[in-house]
T-cell receptor, first 110, second 118 residues
C-alpha cells in the first residue's frame, strides 16, 4: 500500500508551459524526496526537503514541503521536452526506508 | 561503470521456477536496498542491508523471497517457486552511509531487472 498519493497520474503539456505535480500523505515524514525516472532506468534523486515550509529550487524546478510535512509539490517553469519522465515522490521512514508514491507521468511535447 | 549495476537486465521464467537476481553496488557503499516496482506503481521497499547483515527485511512479501550479501558488496535476491504476481522490475540501490537519508546522502539506483513469470 502506497502511503503517498500523487496527482495527477498523467500530465501532457506543450513546451514552454508550466506544470505542477502534487504529493499528499496522511502521515508525517522526517523528510521527503523527489525523483525522476526514465524508461528502463532507475529513479534519480532530484531533491530532498526536510523542514516544513521549505522551498528549494533546481534551475526551472521548484520544490515545496508543506508546513505540516505531509505534502509537497513540484513546479516546473517553461517545461522542455527533456523534462519528460516519471516523477516520483518518496517519504523517508526510519532514516533509510523510502515509501514511494505511484508517480506522475509527465510528457512535454515539442 | 561507476554506478549500480544489475544482472540480468531481463529474466523470463516459468511459474514455479527459481530465479536469482544480482546487484553490484557502487564500490565502497555500505548500505544496499532492494525494491520492487510493479507496472504503474512506484518502487516498493523489500530489504535493507548494512554491510553483510539484513538490517530490515520487513518488505519481503513472503518466505519465497530471500536476499544475501555475504561479503558486504554484491547482493543476490532469490525467489523460489515463482508466481505470475512476482512479475515486476526489481531495483537495487546503494548509499554510502549507514545513517540518515539527509540532503547530503543519496540512494543511487541501478537500472533494474525486469522479471516476467509466465
Amino acid at each position: 500500500t502506497q502511503l503517498l498519493e500523487q496527482s495527477p497520474q498523467f500530465l501532457s503539456i506543450q513546451e514552454g508551459e508550466n506544470l505542477t505535480v502534487y504529493c499528499n500523505s496522511s502521515s508525517v515524514f522526517s523528510s521527503l524526496q523527489w525523483y525522476r525516472q526514465e524508461p528502463g532506468e532507475g529513479p534519480v534523486l532530484l531533491v530532498t526537503v526536510v523542514t516544513g515550509g521549505e522551498v528549494k529550487k533546481l534551475k526551472r524546478l521548484t520544490f515545496q514541503f508543506g508546513d505540516a510535512r505531509k505534502d509537497s509539490s513540484l513546479h516546473i517553469t517553461a517545461a522542455q521536452p527533456g523534462d519528460t519522465g516519471l516523477y516520483l515522490c518518496a517519504g523517508v521512514e526510519d532514516d533509510y526506508k523510502l515509501s514511494f508514491g505511484a508517480g506522475t507521468t509527465v510528457t512535454v511535447r515539442a | 561503470g561507476a554506478g549500480v549495476s544489475q544482472t540480468p537486465s531481463n529474466k523470463v521464467t516459468e511459474k514455479g521456477k527459481y530465479v536469482e537476481l544480482r546487484c553490484d553496488p557502487i564500490s565502497g557503499h555500505t548500505a544496499l536496498y532492494w525494491y520492487r516496482q510493479s507496472l504503474g506503481q512506484g518502487p516498493e521497499f523489500l530489504i535493507y542491508f548494512q554491510g553483510t547483515g539484513a538490517a530490515d527485511d520487513s518488505g519481503l512479501p513472503n518466505d519465497r523471497f530471500f536476499a544475501v550479501r555475504p561479503e558486504g558488496s554484491v547482493s543476490t535476491l532469490k525467489i523460489q517457486r515463482t508466481e505470475r504476481g512476482d512479475s515486476a522490475v526489481y531495483l537495487c540501490a546503494s548509499s554510502s552511509t549507514s545513517g540518515a537519508l539527509t540532503s547530503t546522502d543519496t540512494q543511487y539506483f541501478g537500472p533494474g531487472t525486469r522479471l516476467t513469470v509466465l
